[in-house]
């Protein structure tokens, strides 16, 4: 550390690092690079997307990507209110909103509204996505048949 700089410095780096992550990760939804997007995780990471979508391991991130992401012509991923909380030097808990627009090969366009719970992990090479959890708020329009987590919300 440099004279004069605080402790919390290092963290600003590693908040960045991780934003920048899940960042890496819409952006490689949006340019249909299942590689990229099974590079965000770890080896044996564990991912819950819903029912029909929760095979562990980047490799299946890898697969699952490459078979949804075929489905549409474009997307566009749009991530906002990133919270990171650290539990420890290696380890973190994002959570963070996520607006995804879809342009199916064949129907209509539809947006998703939906939250990232993520646990993400200090690798040698940077931070990567250990755990995943997507849950859903809603689709517009309504998707009958797909199946999300649905996002919890007080009554």
């Given at each position: 550390m440099v004279e004069g700089s605080s402790v919390a410095e290092p963290r600003l780096v590693d908040r960045e690092a991780i934003r920048e992550l899940l960042y890496a990760y819409c952006r490689a939804c949006d340019i249909n690079d299942p590689e990229a997007v099974a590079a965000c995780?770890?080896?044996d990471c564990r991912a819950d997307y819903g029912p029909d979508a929760r095979e562990p391991g980047a490799e299946a991130r890898r697969a699952q990507a490459e078979e949804d992401l075929?489905?549409?012509?474009a997307t566009s991923h749009l991530l906002g209110n990133v919270a990171i909380e650290f539990e420890g030097a290696d380890r973190a808990r994002a959570v963070s909103v996520v607006h995804a627009w879809h342009r199916p090969r064949r129907g209509e366009p539809w947006s998703l509204h939906a939250r990232y719970e993520d646990v993400v992990?200090?690798?040698?090479?940077?931070?990567?996505?250990?755990?995943r959890r997507l849950l859903v708020a809603g689709t517009e329009p309504r998707q009958d048949g797909r199946r999300f987590n649905p996002l919890p919300r007080a009554d």
């Open positions: 995780f770890t080896a075929a489905l549409f012509a992990v200090r690798a040698p090479g940077g931070w990567l996505i250990d755990e």
